[in-house]
């Protein structure tokens, strides 16, 4: 098997990730996913696509990954993943549209608008 390039985005954050035959090591911009994302969640969503389809143990995943905040990036890098686990093996792809892993969530932040705080909050209305 050669390596499989997918990309994933969420929000700013764009994820590359390169998935090929291994052990099982998760690499995200040259540090350890434990060392990237400290938190259990995190780790969670990005190993989703690998529990769904039960392969956690069988692909060397290489990460570079830019843009936006650290959950933004761990969904980009989940959307990644779950594309390249359809091109490994389509069965995979009953497994994950279901979950709605395939799905580009394409929320994004409102711009902030002139003669207004933020994107939706007014200054306070003074009447006199």
Not at 23 to 32: A, R
């Amino acid at each position: 098997m050669e390596v499989i390039h997918k990309i994933g985005r969420r929000k700013t954050a764009v994820a590359r990730v390169y998935v090929s035959e291994g052990k099982g090591n998760i690499t995200i911009n040259k540090k350890d996913l434990n060392e990237y994302f400290p938190t259990a969640t995190l780790q969670y969503k990005v190993k989703q696509p690998f529990a769904l389809t039960s392969n956690e143990e069988n692909f060397d995943v290489k990460v570079n990954v830019y843009g936006g905040g650290i959950t933004g990036q761990a969904e980009a890098i989940r959307l990644a993943l779950s594309r390249a686990m359809c091109e490994v093996d389509a069965e995979n792809r009953l497994v994950l549209k279901p979950e709605g892993l395939l799905t580009r969530d394409p929320r994004m932040v409102e711009r902030k608008k002139f003669g207004q705080k933020k994107a939706r909050k007014k200054f306070q209305f003074s009447k006199r």
